[in-house]
């Protein structure tokens, strides 16, 4: 199945989710045109040709797979994630996983599904568990896909620099960028948009060359949808991507009443502020991992008479949907920031 970046339409959420997934999923041609071991890059295009087919079966068949009853796409994700962190490839393109190891990640997601169901659905597509009680181990392979595992066990030892972020690592091995196999490799914003929608990648590239026309640098990294823009040496924009949709913000600095007198001044319409209140970033107890109110660190501001719990010490300017629209408010905003951040502000 090919899964189209423009689609708009969906039976489902549950069907739009399957197929944010899957048009994250790096072109095959571009994240393998650097590797010149045949058996590798066969083996990176089996572990491609695995998840898409994956993804095309969820997509026809979310029933069978529990995703709309209590499973989630990431659910099966994580499992491979889970097998590759536990077991090791060996003779005959056997990938053999310690089941104890696997049963201890595993666990945590238990009280979601029944294990079994799981090995179940994933052999729809030719994975084959043999297992093996005895020696507490089971012996993984894929009779449609079978040089598969040589690539994603050779994706996720290159990254274990995220040892302490397992998520960055699982969006790695889902979305097959097989580009991490390069030492020293960073994602940019050419690699981050490239599942965007054609309306959104020109929404995206205009507010990415009006950052660089004002010299600000985007700091490329291996983190997979969130790029940050520095200006000299303070961080301005961050750039988030996910599916075909992208969003970002912009860190205004932290006078809030300095700010807001600023752009009074240089728009008396008020249209300019009034944008500023109504997409500035509210205070969400960190999504609400503190719960204690004195641990929270935003502060109350006067957004045009309404006392208003607002992100502090730095004050964000949300854009969740750009659009065309957008865009002029944005550049008056940008010039605020780089005026008083010159200004030492």
Not at 259 to 284: A, H, Q, V, W
Request: aromatic letters at 14%; a negative charge; glycine letters at 6%.
């Amino acid at each position: 199945m090919i899964f189209d970046r423009n689609q708009s339409l969906f039976n489902s959420d549950v069907h739009k989710k399957i197929w944010e997934a899957a048009v994250m999923t790096s072109p095959i041609e571009k994240s393998t045109e650097f590797i010149n071991d045949a058996d590798l890059k066969s083996s990176c295009i089996d572990w491609y040709n695995y998840k898409n087919a994956l993804y095309s079966d969820m997509y026809d068949n979310p029933d069978v797979y529990l995703l709309t009853s209590g499973l989630g796409v990431m659910d099966y994700n994580g499992f491979f994630s889970d097998l590759l962190q536990t077991g090791k490839l060996e003779s005959d393109n056997i990938f053999v996983v310690d089941l104890q190891n696997l049963d201890k990640l595993t666990g945590i997601r238990r009280w979601r599904f029944h294990i079994d169901h799981i090995y179940q659905a994933l052999s729809r597509q030719g994975m084959n568990f043999n297992f093996d009680r005895q020696n507490n181990i089971v012996k993984v392979s894929s009779s449609l896909f079978p040089f598969m595992f040589y690539a994603g066990e050779k994706l996720f030892e290159s990254i274990q620099q995220y040892k302490n972020n397992g998520g960055e690592r699982t969006k790695y091995l889902n979305y097959c960028d097989f580009r991490a196999l390069q030492k020293g490799y960073k994602r940019d914003f050419d690699i981050m948009t490239e599942s965007l929608s054609d309306e959104r990648m020109s929404i995206a590239r205009q507010i990415h060359e009006i950052a660089t026309d004002n010299k600000l640098r985007q700091i490329k990294r291996l983190n997979f949808n969130s790029l940050p823009y520095d200006y000299k040496s303070g961080h301005v924009i961050r750039f988030n991507t996910y599916g075909n949709e992208f969003s970002f913000s912009l860190a205004m600095g932290m006078s809030y009443e300095l700010l807001c007198d600023e752009i009074k001044k240089r728009d008396p319409s008020g249209d300019l502020i009034s944008y500023f209140y109504k997409n500035i970033s509210r205070c969400t107890a960190c999504g609400g991992l503190k719960k204690d109110p004195k641990a929270i660190c935003g502060r109350y501001y006067d957004l045009g008479g309404e006392s208003v719990l607002i992100c502090s010490p730095c004050i964000y300017i949300l854009f969740n949907h750009c659009t065309e629209s957008d865009i002029p408010y944005f550049i008056q905003l940008l010039d605020i920031r780089l005026d008083f951040y010159n200004a030492g502000i």
